[in-house]
């Protein structure tokens, strides 16, 4: 069974724009098929596939009008609002979409997960617009305007450029599909968008969470900070796996350096929690993260349309597993601990500007007073911080009821994965102010040097942005260091990562 761990995910998220199946896979795909057509052929009612939908689900269609409720129910669906989803979460969507119908419980043919892989291999990807769904019954709205452009409605981004969907799909050598019985339905019900949208701030989360390990380490050398908290022996007395591996990361960045050696008899007791509490902090947030990491991997691989198809005895079974509440909660998680990384990196670049309790120019800056240094940078950083406190109020605890109270309790994963990518872009930024700070604060310390470590992220920051000797526009070199930091340029640094 075809089967995509994080890292296949990251690569499809990143460019992969191919996806192969297996023999098996195929196999179970006929079978399922073969299995809705023979229930076809009893006469009996079965949901979607020969009745309406929803509240409509008493409604019986008959048999030569299916062809057109599969048409309609795409169509119909189709009220989307809002910018459009990125290329790389469409591309996504679709790749999930392509291994939820492999799995051989959704009773579709070939042709409809062939065409499927056409769009992606040909970098084909449907416009869908971002808002319209709440997460039961699956992303409803969304997937329709994915589903709507495999028979030629809608609009297609065609290698970055836009086409009426039908001209796309000649291009790239398509015909628009005719879908069968209970095909519509296969395509628009699922999890795929908003599991793609919780996967992309998943990853964009892990890359924060190991541009911020560095930054504090960065942080704790620039401010003279103690390295005691960070032995293993407190962080085993705990036993948290995220809190031992966030402390063994700070020992290794931290080994070696000059800076440390030079205030080794300082007779300092405590530094502020945002510097000695990074392993209980960074180590809750990274265990979050492994966390949903573990649910959306389920989810991605996940049968989640409805009814499902059992081959095996010709069942056809009416459930919900389209109801996305993991993925909510998944997304809301990610969405808390992303906040709290920023948060905490925060408070470490107001200890940075601060003289008095920095020991370092004010505002990182000679000549203060002439220059005013990093002192908007942190107040950009507050303000960001600030947005992330609301943008983390988890939406999986809201529900409105939809279909004339038919789909009573839903659980707003889409939303919650789209904002918990917004908290994941804020973060970023708040991350590469300290990034800059804290690399300002160690030149201060020439000529004694921080870690080897420690070194190669102070030269990957200065090959990206200069030191601050007098006032200047730092929009760009904050801009500079967040597309790193986005790019995942710090992780690479680490012996452990949050994908670890």
Not at 174 to 189: C, F, I, Y
Not at 294 to 315: C, S
Not at 453 to 458: D, G, I, Q
């Amino acid at each position: 069974m075809t089967r995509l761990d994080l890292a296949a995910l990251r690569a499809i998220l990143e460019g992969e724009s191919r996806l192969a199946l297996s023999d098996a896979d195929w196999k179970r795909v006929d079978a399922s098929s073969a299995a809705v057509a023979r229930v076809l052929e009893t006469g009996d009612a079965v949901y979607g596939v020969n009745t309406g939908f929803g509240l409509l689900a008493s409604t019986r269609i008959a048999d030569d009008k299916l062809g057109q409720l599969q048409r309609n129910l795409v169509l119909s669906h189709c009220c989307g609002v809002g910018a459009p989803l990125p290329d790389r979460v469409v591309r996504l969507a679709i790749a999930l979409k392509i291994i939820s119908l492999s799995r051989g419980h959704s009773g579709v043919r070939r042709v409809v997960i062939e065409a499927l892989q056409k769009l992606l291999a040909e970098e084909a990807y449907p416009v869908i617009p971002s808002q319209g769904s709440v997460g039961a019954s699956g992303d409803l709205a969304p997937l329709a305007h994915l589903s709507a452009a495999l028979i030629g409605e809608g609009r297609i981004r065609l290698k970055g450029v836009e086409h009426d969907a039908g001209a796309a799909l000649a291009h790239i050598g398509l015909e628009p599909l005719t879908l069968g019985p209970k095909e519509g339905l296969a395509l628009l019900n699922g999890t795929q968008i908003s599991t793609a949208l919780a996967l992309d701030a998943l990853l964009r989360a892990e890359d924060v969470f190991n541009a911020a390990l560095i930054a504090g380490a960065l942080s704790v050398d620039a401010l003279k900070g103690s390295d005691a908290p960070f032995d293993a022996r407190i962080h085993d007395a705990r036993g948290h796996n995220g809190q031992i591996d966030v402390a063994a990361t700070m020992r290794d960045l931290l080994a070696g350096s000059a800076i440390r050696e030079s205030h080794i008899d300082c007779d300092r007791v405590q530094d502020p929690y945002s510097l000695r509490c990074q392993p209980q902090v960074m180590g809750a947030c990274l265990d979050v993260l492994r966390n949903a990491a573990g649910t959306l991997v389920i989810e991605a691989n996940a049968a989640t349309d409805n009814p499902l198809v059992f081959a095996e005895d010709d069942a056809v079974l009416s459930g919900g597993n389209f109801h996305a509440e993991p993925v909510a909660f998944a997304a809301d998680m990610i969405a808390i601990a992303t906040a709290e990384i920023a948060s905490i990196s925060e408070r470490r670049l107001a200890i940075l500007v601060d003289p008095k309790m920095s020991g370092l120019p004010a505002f990182l800056v000679k000549d203060s007073g002439l220059n005013s240094g990093f002192m908007i940078a942190q107040v950009t950083a507050a303000a960001l911080v600030s947005e992330n406190k609301t943008l983390a109020h988890p939406a999986s605890v809201d529900s409105v009821p939809t279909s004339a109270n038919q789909e009573d309790h839903v659980s707003m994963a889409t939303f919650a994965a789209r904002k918990a990518g917004d908290v994941a872009r804020n973060a970023a930024h708040v991350i590469a102010i300290e990034l800059m700070a804290a690399a300002q604060g160690i030149d201060f310390h020439a000529p004694t040097r921080t870690s080897a470590p420690l070194l190669a992220a102070h030269g990957k920051i200065r090959a990206a942005v200069a030191h601050l000797d007098q006032d200047r526009a730092l929009a760009g070199d904050i801009a500079a260091l967040s597309a790193l930091v986005e790019a995942g340029a710090f992780g690479r640094l680490l012996s452990v990562n949050a994908a670890g």
